[in-house]
């Protein structure tokens, strides 16, 4: 039986502004392993760079954008929110999320849980809501200590 099934979701409608990253992309295809592990070194190489660059990590937002085929995760690019000209290296990118309208589901980060939690927004509430996703701009995660912010672009 599952126990979550019913909690309600804590979902805000928001006007979200343009952000500049600095991120490494983890490729999840045909690798052998944990992808939370996989994922976990690609956030310790981007704290570990911005270290280096003089920056306090823990100041930093951290974000996560999902690649997936499907319902299959096949990357992950492992991010800082940072205002930074242009850099790119052949480990660190920069690049900006697009700003606009996005439904911002809030939730515990409980890997047990996220995935099935997620789902359920797509499937119960983005169509009780009447809600259009915007396929020209990604989704992201944004990691705060306890809890997480799923941000899906609307048109």
Same mark, same amino acid.
């Given at each position: 039986?599952?126990?979550?099934?019913?909690?309600?979701?804590?979902?805000?409608?928001?006007?979200?502004?343009?952000?500049?990253?600095?991120?490494?992309?983890?490729l999840?295809?045909?690798?052998?392993?944990?992808?939370n592990?996989?994922?976990?070194?690609g956030?310790?190489?981007?704290?570990?760079?911005a270290?280096q660059?003089?920056?306090?990590?823990?100041?930093?937002k951290?974000?996560?954008?999902?690649?997936?085929?499907?319902?299959?995760?096949? @990357?992950?690019?492992?991010? %800082?929110? *940072? =205002?930074?000209v +242009?850099?790119?290296?052949?480990?660190?990118?920069?690049?900006?999320? $697009?700003? @606009?309208?996005?439904?911002? %589901?809030? *939730? =515990?980060?409980? +890997?047990?849980?996220i995935?099935?939690?997620?789902?359920?927004?797509? $499937?119960?509430y983005?169509?009780?809501?009447?809600?259009?996703?915007?396929?020209?701009?990604?989704?992201?995660?944004?990691?705060?200590?306890?809890?997480?912010?799923?941000?899906?672009p609307?048109?």
């Amino acid at each position: 039986m599952n126990i979550y099934v019913g909690q309600p979701l804590h979902v805000t409608i928001r006007d979200l502004p343009l952000t500049t990253i600095v991120y490494t992309s983890v490729l999840l295809q045909q690798m052998k392993g944990s992808y939370n592990d996989q994922i976990r070194e690609g956030f310790e190489k981007i704290k570990d760079w911005a270290r280096q660059q003089g920056y306090d990590p823990s100041a930093l937002k951290v974000i996560g954008i999902p690649h997936v085929d499907g319902a299959q995760l096949i @990357g992950y690019e492992c991010a %800082l929110e *940072l =205002e930074i000209v +242009s850099l790119n290296t052949e480990d660190v990118l920069t690049k900006q999320l $697009a700003g @606009g309208r996005y439904a911002i %589901l809030s *939730l =515990e980060k409980d +890997s047990a849980t996220i995935g099935e939690t997620i789902g359920r927004f797509f $499937a119960e509430y983005v169509p009780q809501h009447q809600l259009i996703v915007d396929p020209q701009r990604p989704n992201y995660e944004v990691y705060y200590e306890h809890v997480m912010d799923f941000c899906v672009p609307l048109q």
